[in-house]
T-cell receptor, first 114, second 111 residues
Framework: SQTIHQWPATLVQPVGSPLSLECTVEGTSNPNLYWYRQAAGRGLQLLFY??????ISSEVPQNLSASRPQDRQFILSSKKLLLSDSGFYLC?????????????FGSGTRLTVV | AQSVTQLDSHVSVSEGTPVLLRCNYS??????LFWYVQHPNKGLQLLLK??????LVKGINGFEAEFKKSETSFHLTKPSAHMSDAAEYFCVGGATNKLIFGTGTLLAVQP
């Protein structure tokens, strides 16, 4: 079966500390993968997407980076967190074709930078 | 350029009354459109999706949406609200490899 895993579910980190959020998918190959962020009181914003290993597209300039070291692994990172990095981070995977086309989301990571 | 606009940031209805959450889109191509729901402290759940097979789309939990090309709209409706429908709803559009999210509508259901 096709599934998507994202961890951790919650994270509290001090300002200036590094960040690593991981997302993995199962049951598919060469998926399109995405990182979104939902800041408090705002909608979801696309941060990065990847159509293959080592291929990363950045949508907005920010304090974050993404990497895709393996086909089914997508990592969101930061060297030094800022307070403004707090939010709800979602990994998503585009799957299927035709009527089965759609996005599947991970369960999300709630990051609080203190 | 693509865009998705949710016209109301907050909607409040009484239990048992109809729900209408409005969404307008702009796209140069025939879009794929989705409605997602996010309950507090939970992930996004797909309610329904439009992919050009039928203009009236039925989703889970009694929700449906109608794609109206002339009005560039994809409003979400439900005949009778339930307390468990209280959540944030996102209209989402995508015609390429990327999804564009609306800013969300917070639905409150009063007893």
């Amino acid at each position: 079966s096709q599934t998507i895993h994202q961890w951790p579910a919650t994270l509290v980190q001090p300002v200036g500390s590094p960040l690593s959020l991981e997302c993995t998918v199962e049951g598919t190959s060469n998926p399109n993968l995405y990182w979104y962020r939902q800041a408090a009181g705002r909608g979801l914003q696309l941060l990065f997407y990847s159509v293959g290993i080592g291929q990363i597209s950045s949508e907005v300039p920010q304090n974050l980076s993404a990497s895709r070291p393996q086909d089914r692994q997508f990592i969101l990172s930061s060297k030094k967190l800022l307070l403004s990095d707090s939010g709800f981070y979602l990994c998503a995977w585009l799957s299927g074709q035709g009527l089965n086309y759609g996005y599947t989301f991970g369960s999300g990571t709630r990051l609080t930078v203190v | 350029a693509q865009s998705v606009t949710q016209l109301d940031s907050h909607v409040s209805v009484s239990e048992g009354t109809p729900v209408l959450l409005r969404c307008n889109y702009s796209s140069s191509y025939s879009p794929s459109l989705f409605w997602y729901v996010q309950h507090p402290n939970k992930g996004l759940q797909l309610l329904l999706k439009y992919t050009s097979a039928a203009t009236l789309v039925k989703g889970i939990n009694g929700f449906e949406a109608e794609f109206k090309k002339s009005e560039t709209s994809f409003h979400l409706t439900k005949p009778s609200a339930h307390m468990s429908d209280a959540a944030e709803y996102f209209c989402v559009g995508g015609a390429t490899n990327k999804l564009i999210f609306g800013t969300g509508t917070l639905l409150a259901v009063q007893p």
